[in-house]
């Protein structure tokens, strides 16, 4: 069978005109988060027109080789960036193995978009979902048709973070609206704010009930040093992030924190370092210091799709 034979369509999918130019999968969607490829976009998948792709690949000829994208080196670590959800764990393990994957906390929802987009490499997420599930159905309404896997990172306990020897005696979120306690909120989108939303439905209370201040944190650590400061009585956030201040904790829940990644960069070495690592006495110390963390199941997949 002829290569002419084996794509008769005018357009080719992500896992055709990969196999058609002879590349991985995972270069094609750089490619694509680099424009650097013709394409069209129908709802959430991308398509290739064949006769573009020709053209492209007759002015290759005069250009860089494929292997160079607009004078960047084509490999993971040009585009090694983590978005989503911020993990005081996952931050620690990345510095301590001097990995080249950047952290971009965005919240989880931004981060699955960027993600999804091509614009990362890996997303950090802990969404609670409707029956008390996690992340599986954010995933798929918010990422293409391409093949991802989302493994389980750590269980972390969540909850509200409060000043230390908790003064104003907050237990929950109807307590925080009756004292008029100052919360401060995490950015739309973020896993934490997700929670305190869902949280609020299930108590029968009132977003507009809460003495929220103007500008949310963007992180776990802005939103518990807000506390510390005495700028905030309150917010949602994890236990390690309150426990590094010596504030109080007051749990709600234990939440799962996922990786979301392509099969292709699973089997890459900066993924592979990390989950390597992850498995040394030296991290599951580090775990254990910072509290309110579960890795026991660390590397589960929850979600693939090929």
């Known amino acids: 069978m002829t290569t002419e034979d084996s794509y008769p369509n005018e357009l ?3 896992q055709e005109v990969a196999r058609y130019l002879r590349l991985k999968e995972r270069k094609i969607y750089y490619l694509l988060a680099q424009e650097a490829i013709p394409c069209v976009r129908a709802g959430k998948k991308w398509l290739f027109p ?3 792709i020709e053209a492209w690949l007759s002015l290759q000829q005069h250009q860089p080789a494929l292997d ?3 004078g960047t080196p084509f490999s993971t670590a040009s585009v090694a960036i983590l978005a989503g959800s911020h993990d005081l764990l996952l931050e620690w393990a990345l510095n301590a193995i001097h990995s080249p994957i950047a952290v971009k ?3 989880a929802q931004e981060g699955l978009r960027l993600f999804g987009a091509g614009e990362a490499m890996l997303c950090g997420t802990h969404i609670l979902e409707t029956g008390g599930q996690y ?6 309404a918010q990422i293409g048709l391409s093949p991802i896997v989302a493994i389980e990172w750590a269980k972390r306990q969540q909850g509200l973070i409060v000043a230390k020897n908790n003064p104003l005696n907050l237990h929950n979120l109807g307590d925080v609206i009756m004292r008029n ?3 401060i909120e995490r950015q ?6 997700i929670l305190l ?4 439905a299930e108590e029968g209370l009132s977003f507009q009930q809460l003495h929220r201040l103007g500008r949310p944190a963007h992180n776990e650590v802005e939103l518990a040093m807000a506390i510390f400061n005495g700028k905030a009585d309150a917010g949602i956030g994890i236990a390690a992030a309150a426990g590094q201040l010596q504030l109080d904790f007051v749990p709600f829940l234990t939440e799962r924190f996922d990786l979301v990644m392509t099969h292709a960069d699973y089997f890459e070495p900066p993924v592979q370092d990390l989950l390597r690592f992850a498995r040394q006495p030296e991290f599951i110390e580090k775990a254990q210091e910072l509290g309110g963390y579960d890795v026991s199941e660390l590397g589960v997949v929850h979600y693939t799709r090929k």
């Open 135 to 140: 992340n599986i159905a954010s995933i798929k």
């Open 105 to 107: 906390m965005t919240g």
């Open 12 to 14: 080719m999918t992500v």
């Open 50 to 52: 064949k006769d573009r």
């Open 181 to 183: 306690a100052r919360l």
């Open 197 to 200: 939303l869902r949280k609020l």
């Open 68 to 70: 160079t994208v607009r």
């Open 188 to 193: 739309a989108g973020a896993g934490s704010q």
